[in-house]
C-alpha cells in the first residue's frame, strides 16, 4: 500500500541554524501539506501547496518557513533560522484532487530545537 | 470562523466499556468535511472516517461507529466493547469546500486510556 515518508524521523539543531525536512508523497497524490504537533498539544495546520504553488498559509508560516517541490516527487519544508519555539513534530501529508477526501499523513520529524 | 472543540481532555476506562468521544465544529460553510483521526503512542495519524456535510447516516465500521448531527453541529465517535489497543489520542477535524486547499482543521484531541 503507498504512504507517504518522511525524512529524517529526528532532527536536532541548534537555535538559528537552518533545517529541511523531506517529505515524498504518495506518487499520484495533488495536494501537498506541512502540519505541525508541539508535544501534548494540537495538529496545526502550516502550508497547502498544489500545482507547484502555495494554496494557503497559516500565520504559523512566517517569512522563516518555505516549501518546495524541487523534482516531482519530493516536498520540503525549509525553516531558515530555527527557534527555541519551533520544536514540534512536523507531519507531512498528501490527497488526491477532486473533493476533498483524506489526507494521508507521514510519520512525522521530531524537531529538537536547542 | 472554523473551529473544532473536542471538550474532553482525558477519558479512561475499563476494558469492555463502551465510550463516546465528543466533537462540536463550527463552520459557516454549507459544504464540508468531517474526520476522525487515531494517534497511538507511536505519533502517526490514522484515517479513521471522513463525512461530507450531506451525508447524515450514522457509520459503523465493525466497533466503531459515528454519530453526524447538523443541527447540533456534532460528530460523536463511539468504540463498542474498548480494547486496550484502543488507547491513543483521537482528534476530530474540520475542511471547508469553500477552501480549495482542503486544510484540516483539528481539535484539541481526546486522550483515551483504556485500562484491562
Known amino acids: 500500500e503507498p504512504e507517504v515518508t518522511q525524512t529524517p524521523s529526528h532532527q536536532v539543531t541548534q537555535m538559528g541554524q537552518e533545517v529541511i525536512l523531506r517529505c515524498v508523497p504518495i506518487?499520484?497524490?495533488?495536494?501537498f501539506y506541512w502540519y505541525r504537533q508541539i508535544l501534548g498539544q494540537k495538529v496545526e495546520f502550516l502550508v497547502s501547496f498544489y500545482n507547484n504553488e502555495i494554496s494557503e498559509k497559516s500565520e504559523i508560516f512566517d517569512d522563516q518557513f518555505s516549501v518546495e517541490r524541487p523534482d516531482g516527487s519530493n516536498f520540503t519544508l525549509k525553516i531558515r533560522s530555527t527557534k527555541l519555539e519551533d520544536s514540534a513534530m512536523y507531519f507531512c501529508?498528501?490527497?488526491?484532487?477532486?473533493?476533498?477526501?483524506?489526507?494521508?499523513f507521514g510519520p512525522g520529524t521530531r524537531l529538537t530545537v536547542l | 470562523a472554523q473551529k473544532v472543540t473536542q471538550a474532553q481532555t482525558e477519558i479512561s476506562v475499563v476494558e469492555k466499556e463502551d465510550v463516546t468521544l465528543d466533537c462540536v465544529y463550527e463552520?459557516?460553510?454549507?459544504?464540508?468535511?468531517l474526520f476522525w483521526y487515531k494517534q497511538p503512542p507511536s505519533g502517526e495519524l490514522v484515517f479513521l472516517i471522513r463525512r461530507n456535510s450531506f451525508d447524515e447516516q450514522n457509520e459503523i465500521s465493525g466497533r466503531y461507529s459515528w454519530n453526524f448531527q447538523k443541527s447540533t453541529s456534532s460528530f460523536n465517535f463511539t468504540i463498542t466493547a474498548s480494547q486496550v489497543v484502543d488507547s491513543a489520542v483521537y482528534f476530530c477535524?474540520?475542511?471547508?469546500?469553500?477552501?480549495?486547499?482542503?486544510?484540516?482543521?483539528f481539535g484539541q484531541g481526546t486522550e483515551l486510556s483504556v485500562k484491562p
Open positions: 506518487s499520484n497524490h495533488l495536494y
Open positions: 463552520t459557516r460553510d454549507t459544504t464540508y468535511y
Open positions: 501529508a498528501s490527497r488526491t484532487g477532486g473533493a476533498i477526501g483524506e489526507q494521508f
Open positions: 477535524a474540520l475542511s471547508e469546500n469553500g477552501n480549495q486547499g482542503g486544510k484540516l482543521i
